[in-house]
């Protein structure tokens, strides 16, 4: 019975996604809070959410395959698997945020080796399918070695260009290219980790323990690397908050500025960092699930927040001819629409996940080649 809940649930959530991306594909981007300021909404939020946890689940997945700490070969099935949910989900929101599927294909269609845009489209779907043949591998008992190593380059190119891509455009200084290129690969490992401990603890919850003392003991190590990304990520978080919003006298960051009060930036700071970190820092908290479990999930909504503080903040105040008619900063409230799109998108990921779970015995332990 509850299965038929949960099944209903997500069910529901994509039937809202295809709506909107029917009524997107008829109506046009009327439908979303998009204007000819406000272009990244939160489907493109949503999108880069789910972007960089895959690519922190890439990180974490490599660690055995790669480095060849095989203490974390109980959990690298999980881990790929829980990486290609997650990807799909990025894929939803990426294309109804571009409003049809014909222009991801006009992308192939019209390659620029100069666009740091193209050069995320290829990776992306190189991406896809090095997942879907590790996964596969993984699934008959036996690792690839080099697949693992594509998967992770390609976890870096995908986090690193996105960084690159956002911050481009000197039109916005606030979207610090050389910044994001780290801070989007660190806080996307964090996303994987939190997303894996997450998932596997809830499902523990519900299931009962299926695991072993390894198998705990890794997930507490998981939980300590957690509390120091988010450590490291608070000081990043703070001197960008300092040297980009507050130290700076250029007029062209007022737009940061103007963030720093807005309630995405504090959910990152205190629920998204500060809580998870100090959460992780507490013995006695860490080593149970439930400590895990609300870390984790503190960890995902501040990122996700961020996620939505970053877009916004290099869109929300008018540049050049847009300002004429315009006050210095416009407002953003998300349609029902978007709301739709970010919905779907997380239906997609957990409908994927719970199947797997339920026909690919993701505890499974495979053979290292």
Known sequence: MKSKIWFGILGVGILLGLWTAFRVYTVGFSLYAKTDVLVWTLPLSTYIFFSLTSAGLAFVSSIPVVFGVHRYDIIEKRTVYLEIAVLLGSFVCLILHIGSPLKVIYIFLSPNPSSPLWWLAMLYHVYLVAL???????????????????????????STTLGWLMGMTDARPSLNASFFSVYFPLTGFGSGIAALLLVSLVYEQLRGPTGSDKLAEL???????????????????????????????????????????????????WLGLVVPAVLMLIPQIRKTSRGKIAAGFLFLLGMFAGRLEFVLSGVIRPLGQMTEGRPEFVSYMPTAYEVFVTLAGFSVMLLVYTLGERYFNLHATPEQR
Do not use: C
Request: net charge positive.
């Open 219 to 269: 997930y507490n190590e998981l939980a300590r690397i957690m509390g120091m990304i988010a450590g490291v990520v608070l000081i990043l978080f703070l001197w960008r908050t300092i040297v980009g919003g507050i130290s700076s006298t250029s007029e062209d960051l007022r737009a940061f500025q103007h963030m720093i009060g807005s309630i995405p930036y504090h959910i990152e700071l």
């Open 132 to 158: 879907l043949i590790a996964f596969w591998r993984i699934n008959i008992g036996k690792v690839s070695k080099p697949i693992g190593i594509i998967v992770f380059l390609i976890a870096i190119g995908t």
